[in-house]
């Protein structure tokens, strides 16, 4: 087990790594996607026939949905064309450029392999969807004031096959199923108010892997198992753990979830029966993040631990300045955002480190990050909403009326909870 005290240095020059640095640009070789070659001996006439970079323009206007699910389908040509890694190599390129030359995206050496392992159709996607929250004369805001009378502690924009919801947790003890194509009333876009808990709410999670299972923690000391499937929360089982529970992270069949306790359980949801016990922390347990090889945790002691699953150990404890409030993971790096009011980025095994200034003046209370975008909440009353890479640009930023407690962001449809009891929703008005 490896112990160590951390200070952060904003400046790039800091960062180590043993063979190369990461954090270099890497450009999209353009010229190479123009000259790709698209069997056209299929069709005589048509648009068919026009050059592939005109092609490419064209299909520029319509979004990555429908060219999935329709355009592609319209030919064999299109089908050729939209299964090409050549054709999603030039939007991707198009996603990272901005109208400021200044504000491009620079993307990592890492992050661009781990772009083509998950499919680039699919980052552009969410890259896409996410850009469409950068112009604030296309976003409407929606407030919801009257749902709950309590601090908003979580908030969760759920994945549905059929449907688009989203769920708060509350201080007040209840959580709210929102229909997130009907959020002009508040009355109407509250599907279902559920009241199983006896203490303030402070997790809300879903199942991995497209899942309708909803976990919730409490208070309480009670761990409550739901059904989205039919868009209402459909109570399945729960469980007693005899300590609050302040954060969870639900992987397939298996529920991870801190404690006041200052313990971190593995809840195997198939047998129902308790995992393992992970004692790091030496006070309460804020946030966890997991990997199939790792399980990270933060906790009010300021620690930041890496626990090696395949070794069954400890790995690192890292003492933080302070209080790291959300940790996030997705490949290929840890994501900590704290206290301090900075993002720091690590490997999976916390070797090297970047410090990404974010511009807030106080601590954040929480983090979103995927493909798409970072969001931070701040208790300054601001949420940011920065480019998901390792050198973010700031696209926009959302004040609040009152501090900022949680925040989700999902396929151009962003989330936050706040202290003033409200829940409030950014989409753009443009994008279904």
Known sequence: METDNMEFSSDESDLEQEEHSVFQSVPLNTNKLLSCSINTSLTST????????????ILDFIDVKTLLTVVKFVSRYFYDLLK???????????????????????????????????????????????????YDSSIEKYV???????DIHCVKILSHPTKRLALS?????????????????????????NTDHNG?????DQEDFQSS???????????????????SLEKTSDISVHSAILCTRYEKDLLLYGTYSKIVFGHDTRSKATAFKLKNHTKPVLSIAASAE?????????ALVCYDRRMNKLLKRIRMERISSSIKFLEPYLWVAGYDGYIKCFNKDMKIMKKIETGHTQPIMDMSHSMGATVTACKDGVVKFFS???????????????????????????MAGCCDSSVVFWKNKNVD
């Open 46 to 57: 048509g648009i068919h026939n026009l050059p592939a970079e005109l092609i490419f323009d």
């Open 84 to 134: 090409s890694s050549e054709f999603w190599e030039m939007r991707l390129a198009g996603c990272l450029k901005s109208e400021n030359s200044n504000q491009d995206m620079q993307v990592s050496d890492c992050e661009l392999k781990q772009m083509f392992k998950v499919g680039l159709s699919t980052v552009v996607y969410e890259m896409e969807s996410s850009r469409s929250l950068k």
């Open 144 to 150: 919801m004031s009257s749902n709950h009378y309590g």
């Open 169 to 193: 947790g509350s201080r007040d003890k209840t959580m709210c199923v929102y229909d997130l194509d009907n959020l002009r009333s508040q009355e109407s876009s509250v599907i279902n108010t």
């Open 200 to 204: 303030w709410i402070w997790t809300i």
């Open 213 to 231: 299972k909803i976990a919730s923690g409490s208070w309480d000391s009670y761990i409550h198992f739901y059904d989205i499937g039919r868009g």
């Open 294 to 302: 790792y399980i990270w945790s933060s906790g009010e002691d300021n």
């Open 388 to 414: 998901p890479n390792t050198s973010p640009v700031l696209w926009n930023s959302f004040t609040l009326g009152n501090s900022a407690s949680c925040v989700d962001y999902k396929r151009g449809i962003l």
